[in-house]
């Protein structure tokens, strides 16, 4: 049985490695929103991994942007960067979540109010089909994309790194788990706990209730 207080254990599944498979819209690439429907997609030549990383060419084949894949999903894109330069892999991670915990932790100060807040916002914080969430040593991740499950080993090494010797635990939703074509066993529920937020204590239940727990 996993024990759901070990950091992730046992995950083998990380950014792809090689050439990156590319995949050509329909339409231009005007909006700046990342999510990419089907129908503005064209079918790639070759096989393309659901969940895998690819290389985004608009109408005319000029190269747009990078982001996730899947054919068994609406949402068949969801952009992750605009930047030619930029590979989604452990660093990117690391950027991006770390710069969505500075922003609760520095700008926002939710540390002098509460233990309790959303860390990663999906598409608020440039990661979309992600939303992470902290419980005072808790940290919670939910999965809405197959990409971002694919991408687990990169995104839960972020979390350890930001929150060392924290309890653990993943889900999804298993009509999102369907939807997107991916299978995510989480481990056994973590005890319940206890929160404070604006000096209330609320319980808090991850594993147990609808979203993430509070």
């Excluded at 659901?50 to 068994?72: E, F, P, S, T």
């Excluded at 992750?80 to 991670?93: C, G, K, M, R, V």
């Amino acid at each position: 049985m996993t024990d759901a207080t070990q950091p992730f254990p046992g995950i083998q599944v990380g950014p792809q490695t090689g050439p990156l498979p590319t995949v050509r819209l329909k339409i231009e690439r005007n909006s700046a929103h990342p999510w990419v429907f089907q129908k503005m997609v064209e079918k790639p030549s070759g096989r393309v991994a659901n969940g895998g990383v690819v290389d985004i060419l608009d109408r005319g084949g000029k190269w747009c942007a990078r982001g996730l894949y899947n054919a068994h999903s609406r949402i068949t894109l969801r952009v992750l960067t605009s930047d030619p330069t930029e590979a989604i892999d452990d660093a990117f991670f690391a950027r991006k979540i770390g710069d969505a915990v500075a922003l609760r932790r520095d700008a926002v100060k939710l540390d002098t109010v509460t233990n309790a807040y959303r860390l990663v916002f999906s598409e608020a914080d440039g990661l979309s089909g992600l939303v992470v969430d902290r419980f005072g040593d808790m940290i919670v991740v939910e999965y809405f994309a197959a990409g971002m499950f694919r991408l687990r080993q990169s995104i839960h090494k972020a979390l350890e790194g930001l929150y060392p010797g924290s309890q653990f635990y993943w889900f999804a939703e298993d009509h999102v788990a369907k939807q997107e074509s991916f299978d995510c066993h989480a481990p056994p529920a973590p005890k319940p706990g206890v929160i404070t937020e604006h000096g209330l204590k609320f319980r808090v239940a991850p594993g147990s209730k609808h979203i993430t727990g509070f």
